[in-house]
């Protein structure tokens, strides 16, 4: 069966620090792959997608990730931190078959000291 | 563009009675999903619409939940006989073509 993980449940970084959220995937075939950030008391924005193509992809606000297919990985990473990225990320992939569901890791929280 | 809509924000009701949640998805998006978030959880799909096909009702947790989607557009979920388990948010979402997901505010819903 196919699913996400997020393996933790929590990190804090400092502001300017570099960040990397790791997400790992059971999925037998190429995946869509997904991150999504929800700020507090908000719905969830879409930061990036892979669908194919270039393993490196770059998304809104600084962020970027990448495919690594031979260790089932899609971790996030941004350069320098700001205080306002202080949020949940959640990992997704899109399932088989004609459902076009998203499978959803249990998400990250993360905070940032100033 | 107008993203995701969701009405109400906010929805105090006391246990036992019905209520709906409203999901407005961006014009000319065919998929929709509802989605349930409890505090500090992850997401939990209950149902998702695309096109004319019969919805995937999957995720449903009993038969007290329900949806519909009209006209290919907006979207209702309702719960009858609400109980207190059921407090949480509601998330919905829509997809242009399924996969890559919008999602709106969110319906926090308490049940007193």
């Known amino acids: 069966a196919q699913s996400v993980t997020q393996p933790d449940i929590h990190i804090t970084v400092s502001e300017g620090a570099s960040l990397e959220l790791r997400c790992n995937y059971s999925y037998g075939a190429t995946p869509y792959l997904f991150w999504y950030v929800q700020s507090p008391g908000q719905g969830l924005q879409l930061l990036l997608k892979?669908?194919?193509?270039d393993t490196l992809v770059q998304g809104i606000k600084g962020f970027e990730a990448e495919f690594k297919r031979s260790q089932s990985s899609f971790n996030l990473r941004k350069p320098s931190v700001h205080w306002s990225d202080a949020a949940e990320y959640f990992c997704a992939v899109g399932a088989t078959g004609n459902n076009r569901k998203l499978i959803w890791g249990l998400g990250t929280s993360l905070g940032v000291n100033p | 563009g107008a993203g995701v809509s969701q009405s109400p924000s906010n929805k105090v009701t006391e246990k036992g009675k019905d209520v709906e949640l409203r999901c407005d998805p961006i014009?000319?998006?065919?998929?929709l999903y509802w989605y349930r978030q409890s505090l500090g959880q992850g997401l939990e799909f209950l149902i998702y619409f695309q096109g004319n096909s019969a919805p995937d009702k999957s995720g449903l947790p009993s038969d007290r939940f329900s949806a519909e989607r009209t006209g290919g557009s907006v979207s209702t979920l309702t719960i009858q006989r609400t109980q207190q388990e059921d407090s949480a948010v509601y998330l919905c979402?829509?997809?242009?073509?399924?996969?890559?997901?919008?999602f709106g505010p969110g319906t926090r819903l308490t049940v007193t």
């Open positions: 892979y669908f194919s193509g």
């Open positions: 979402a829509s997809s242009p073509r399924g996969y890559e997901q919008y």
């Open positions: 014009s000319g998006h065919t998929a």
